[in-house]
């Protein structure tokens, strides 16, 4: 009996959806190993142009109040087009830009460090 009902099952077809997924994560698992450039140094200074930051050039900031006129400052000075003050507690994005300043404000709100990023 059981010979008869193979027998009887019609052979099944190619079913599309049935490979679909998996064929979906195959290709987007093939993008996620793309070769990739090293990242940068944690700190890095850059002596390209205009847009790229150098922490180094406004050490001067560190203990000082980050009022708007010294957080400008030392975007200029640093040759950084934008500049992050970044508060205890603060969240913010692990992104790096070469081009940004960060000034890390302590809980006393004096900035204690600079750096690129």
């Known amino acids: 009996m059981i010979e008869r009902r193979r027998a009887d099952r019609r052979p099944s077809r190619f079913d599309i959806r049935s490979v679909a997924a998996p064929l979906v994560v195959l290709m987007l698992s093939v993008g996620a190993c ?3 450039g090293p990242p940068p140094e944690p700190g890095a200074v850059s002596s390209g142009g205009q847009g790229m930051c150098n922490a180094e050039a406004v050490r ?3 203990g000082r109040e980050p009022t708007q006129d010294v957080v400008e400052r030392a975007r200029v000075e640093s040759g950084s087009s934008t500049v992050r003050v970044i508060r ?3 969240v913010v994005t ?3 830009r070469a ?3 960060n000034l890390d404000v302590n809980a006393q709100g ?3 460090g600079a750096r690129c990023g």
Do not use: C, H, Q, V
């Open 34 to 36: 793309a070769t990739m």
């Open 60 to 62: 001067w900031a560190i």
């Open 88 to 90: 205890p507690g603060e």
């Open 94 to 96: 692990m992104d790096y």
């Open 99 to 101: 081009d940004r300043l």
């Open 110 to 112: 004096a900035i204690s």
